[in-house]
């Protein structure tokens, strides 16, 4: 399933605001942040643009630490998590390393205020590139690990 470019800009401020505003112990916070996760990833499978070459100026810097603590006070019942260290290499004999859910969501949540200060501020080209290429390079393997932490959670695993 495509998403339109005009959709993603909706799933990026849904995201934003389900991190930003959530009341905190909300009965249906998992739910949103999953689907909103789900989505996310849709959209970086729908992302089509043609490379803008112009200079843009750069993006606000976001404070990481007050980004954290904000996360980790609207979302208290998260925590760390185990993975693997290779997911693809050494298979049966990789090391079980330690996955923490509020540095996986600021590091997201960062990346999403970007992507959406660059759409605004930018070109839509230019944000989307942005999208694209901070998944594949930094945070798409944190959601990826979020999104299987989550599920556990639900399973009570």
Request: glycine share 4%; proline share 3%.
């Amino acid at each position: 399933m495509k998403i339109p470019t005009s959709e993603i800009f909706n799933i990026l401020n849904s995201f934003h605001s389900n991190i930003e505003y959530v009341p905190t112990n909300s009965e249906d916070a998992f739910f949103v942040l999953g689907n909103n996760l789900n989505l996310l990833a849709l959209a970086y499978d729908s992302i089509e643009f043609t490379y803008d070459d112009v200079d843009y100026p750069d993006s606000p810097d976001y404070d990481y630490k007050s980004h954290y603590n904000k996360i980790k006070n609207n979302f208290p019942t998260l925590g760390y998590y185990n993975t693997v260290s290779d997911i693809s290499k050494n298979i049966n004999s990789t090391s079980i390393v330690i996955g923490d859910s509020i540095d996986d969501l600021t590091d997201i949540h960062i990346e999403i205020k970007t992507i959406l200060w660059l759409w605004e501020n930018t070109s839509v080209a230019n944000a989307l590139w942005q999208f694209k290429n901070g998944f594949d390079f930094h945070w798409g393997s944190h959601l990826r690990n979020l999104q299987v932490y989550l599920l556990a959670l639900e399973k009570g695993q």
